[in-house]
């Protein structure tokens, strides 16, 4: 019987001397989450530990809504994300020198007995890639400034690499009143890896680097993972860096 297994590694990366990346690794519920704070150094780790606290404490009642049918995967990723973000309002409320904190949230799930198809939840431009047979598809599309302006042909891939509000958010938890976030639901094959990442990957590798780092090599998440990490700080390591690699075997 096919099932998913789950391996993370988050580092501070070579220019940052805090870490404000979080992820979960909570295979027995079918669950896997990273996220990426902001909001100056303390906040910033205060918003994605507790996005991420949320995921885990919400993992089990999330699996049994899932596995009984009782709410669809769409409901049950909304809820959870509605859950986080209500959290860290919550905190930044209480704690006035947490004002303006908030993280990026990208969100894995599989529905129990029907293990072949996932669903990937996100806000923010923390992302989600598909790795299948040497090929590695996007699942997820950020939710900032630069992607409205490539999508409306303001910009070009090149020069969005350099533009000044590159790092602008559109979308995070904890940062307006409420929050959508987007949900795709994608069916999976036995040998799929699912690479969940912060923006600290992205910066420093392009898509084709990471699908070159996951077709050389030992296909299994640990070593896929380290892989992806090493490059990402070979390249420099500007920013945190934090990734998760689920495999579906």
């Known amino acids: 019987m096919s099932a998913w297994i789950g391996i993370g590694r988050s580092e501070t990366g070579l220019v940052r001397t805090s870490n404000q990346d979080a992820f979960a690794v909570i295979d027995h519920t079918g669950m896997w989450a990273v996220a990426d704070g902001m909001g100056g150094h303390v906040g910033g780790e205060v918003a994605a530990r507790t996005a991420i606290s949320t995921v885990q404490a919400q993992a089990a009642c999330s699996h049994e809504q899932l596995r009984s049918g009782s709410a669809s995967p769409i409901d049950v990723l909304t809820a959870l994300i509605t859950h986080a973000h209500e959290a860290i ?5 209480s704690q006035p020198k947490l004002k303006g904190m908030g993280t990026t949230l990208v969100l894995l799930t599989v529905i129990p007995d029907q293990t072949s198809m996932a669903y990937v939840a996100h806000i923010g431009d923390s ?10 598809t996007p699942l997820t599309k950020d939710h900032s400034l630069i992607e409205k302006y490539l999508e409306r042909g303001i910009l070009t891939p090149e020069t969005a690499k350099t533009h000044p ?16 976030p987007t949900i795709t639901g994608c069916a999976m094959q036995e040998d799929d890896l699912v690479v969940l990442c912060s923006d600290g990957l992205t910066k420093m590798l392009e898509d084709q680097d990471i699908q070159r780092i ?9 070593a896929a993972c380290d892989r992806l990490i090493a490059a990402a700080l070979d390249r420099g390591g500007e920013d945190n860096v934090t990734v998760v690699v689920v495999a579906y075997r």
């Open 127 to 136: 992302r989600a890639y598909r790795f299948r047979a040497g090929a590695l």
């Open 165 to 180: 509000e590159r790092h602008v958010l559109t979308r995070a938890l904890g940062v307006s009143a409420t929050v959508t």
């Open 89 to 93: 309002l919550a905190q930044a409320r």
């Open 214 to 222: 996951l077709c050389d090599g030992d296909s299994g998440p640990a």
